[in-house]
C-alpha cells in the first residue's frame, strides 16, 4: 500500500494556526519569487499548485493566505507518521518526509485483511499526529500510488489484484510511473492516450521508439510491477536552498548567505543523528541556468564548520568558472548516514578552516554546534553562526556579463 499525507506542509502548519482552515492558504515564502511548497485544497480550486511561483498564485488568488515554512514542525510530524508504520510492519520504503509504501503481507494474521490495516493506520496516524492520510490499497506499488492520488483528501482507494488491469486501461497514460509532460506528448501524438492504449503496444518496439524506459512503461500499463517493497535504513541527501528578491552580484553577500545555509543544513544532518559523506553546493545564475559542485569528503562530517568550508571552496570555483548574477544558493549533504566512529581523518577535516582558526578543536566546534542547535531550537528562525567563519574582506562586486 502507498500512505500519502494530505496537503502535508499546510496541515502541520494549520494545527498552529486553526483559523485558516477552509480558507485558500499556502505554505511558501512571502518573497513573489518564492515557490508553494504546500497548498490546501480550498487553494488548489483557484488553480494553486506546489511548486508554482508564489507571485503566480497570488495573482490568481490575491487574499491567499501565506505561511512561512517551519521545517522542524515537518521533521517531527513525520518522523510519528514513520514510527506508526513501522509498528505496523518492518517493511517500509519511506519515499519523502511525507509519503511511503508499506508492504502488509506479514501483517495479516495479526491485524486483519489490507483494508482494515489501511484504517488502523489510518487511525493512529490522526491520533499521533492530528493529520489526515490517504491511503492506496493494490497488488503493486504504481497502482498504489495512482490509487492514493485519486483517493484523497482522507480516502483509501482499493483494487483487487484480480482487478488491476481492469482498473487501469480506461486511466490517462499520464498516471504510468515514468511518463511526464514531454513523453506523454510523444505518446499522444502517436495516439496513446489510455492505458489500456499503452498496454497494447509491443515492448521490442517501443524499446526502438523510446529506448530502456519503453517496454518499462508498457509492463507497467500491463499491470506488471515486479518491485518490492525496499525498506531503506538511510537518507540520501538533505538540502537547503534561498532564492533572492534581488541577483546577487556581490560574492560577499553570497558567502554570508552561504554560511547560513551551511550552517542550517549540517544542523538538519545533526538533528538526526547522522553524518554526510559529501556536499554539494548550486547555484541558479540570473538567466535560470543551473550549475552544480560536489565533494566527497575524506570522512563523514556534520559540523558546520566543516561543511561552510567546502562549500566555501566550491562555491569559489563555480564562481571563478563563470561570474553572473546569481538568483538562488543552496547547500546539500550527499550520502547522509549514520555516522561511524570518528577518526583521526575527521579531526584533520576541523583544520580546513580558516589557518587562523586551526587552534581550535574538534571538541570546541562540537560545543559551538551545540550551542547553535540550542538556540536555534528555542529560538526558531535565528540567523546564528560564527562570524569568524567568514572573509576578513569583502570581495568585489561580479563584473557585468
Given at each position: 500500500m502507498h500512505v500519502d499525507m494530505d496537503a502535508f506542509f499546510l496541515s502541520v502548519e494549520l494545527l498552529d494556526y486553526p483559523q485558516f482552515r477552509g480558507r485558500p492558504a499556502v505554505v511558501g515564502g512571502r518573497s513573489p519569487r518564492s515557490v508553494v511548497t504546500s497548498a490546501s485544497y480550498e487553494a488548489r480550486q483557484f488553480g494553486i499548485r506546489s511548486a508554482m511561483p508564489m507571485a503566480h498564485a497570488l495573482?490568481?488568488?490575491?487574499r491567499l493566505i501565506v505561511i512561512e515554512p517551519t521545517r522542524e514542525k515537518y521533521t517531527r510530524a513525520s518522523q510519528r507518521?514513520?514510527?506508526?508504520?513501522?509498528?505496523v510492519?518492518?517493511?517500509?520504503?519511506?519515499?519523502?518526509?511525507?509519503e511511503a509504501f508499506v508492504?502488509?503481507?506479514?501483517?495479516?494474521?495479526?491485524?486483519?485483511?489490507?483494508v482494515q490495516i489501511a484504517n488502523l493506520i489510518k487511525e493512529q496516524i490522526r491520533e499521533a499526529t492530528e493529520l489526515s492520510s490517504t491511503i492506496g490499497v493494490a497488488a503493486t506499488k504504481s497502482l498504489a500510488k495512482i490509487l492514493s492520488e485519486r483517493s484523497k483528501p482522507d480516502g483509501i482507494g482499493v483494487v483487487p489484484a484480480q482487478r488491476t488491469?481492469?482498473?487501469?486501461?480506461?486511466?490517462?497514460v499520464?498516471?504510468?510511473w515514468g511518463v511526464g509532460p514531454k513523453l506523454l506528448e510523444r505518446l499522444n501524438n502517436a495516439d496513446i492516450r489510455t492505458v489500456g492504449d499503452l498496454a497494447a503496444q509491443d515492448p521490442v518496439r517501443m524499446k526502438r521508439w523510446l529506448g530502456s524506459i519503453g517496454p518499462q512503461i508498457v509492463q507497467l500499463a500491463q499491470g506488471d510491477d515486479p518491485r518490492p517493497v525496499e525498506p531503506r535504513h538511510e537518507a540520501k541527501s538533505m538540502s537547503v536552498e534561498h532564492t533572492f528578491d534581488d541577483d546577487i552580484t556581490d560574492?560577499?553577500?553570497?558567502?554570508?548567505?552561504?554560511?547560513?545555509?551551511?550552517y542550517e543544513c549540517s544542523r538538519r544532518v545533526r538533528s538526526e543523528g547522522l553524518a554526510a559523506g559529501g556536499l554539494t553546493v548550486k547555484i541558479k545564475d540570473i538567466d535560470f541556468s543551473t550549475r552544480t559542485k560536489s565533494i566527497t569528503l575524506k570522512a563523514p562530517a556534520s559540523s558546520g564548520a566543516v561543511f561552510f568550508q567546502h562549500a566555501k571552496n566550491l562555491l569559489e570555483e563555480l564562481l571563478r568558472q563563470r561570474w553572473h548574477p546569481v538568483r538562488l544558493l543552496g547547500v546539500r549533504a550527499d550520502r547522509v548516514a549514520a555516522p561511524?566512529?570518528?577518526?583521526?581523518?575527521?579531526?584533520?577535516l576541523f583544520d580546513l578552516v580558516d589557518p587562523s582558526l586551526k587552534s581550535n578543536s574538534k571538541q570546541d566546534w562540537e560545543a559551538t554546534d551545540k550551542i547553535l542547535d540550542d538556540v536555534a531550537q528555542k529560538f526558531p528562525g535565528a540567523a546564528i553562526k560564527p562570524a569568524t567563519l567568514l572573509s576578513h574582506e569583502r570581495r568585489a562586486r561580479m563584473p557585468d556579463g
Open positions: 495573482a490568481r488568488y490575491p507518521v514513520m514510527e506508526v508504520l513501522h509498528q510492519t518492518p517493511k517500509v520504503e519511506q519515499l519523502s518526509i511525507d508492504d502488509v503481507e506479514g501483517a495479516r494474521r495479526r491485524l486483519g485483511s489490507p488491469r481492469e482498473y487501469l486501461e480506461p486511466l490517462p499520464s498516471v504510468i560574492a560577499y553577500r553570497l558567502e554570508k548567505y552561504l554560511l547560513d545555509l551551511s561511524v566512529e570518528q577518526s583521526e581523518t575527521q579531526e584533520s
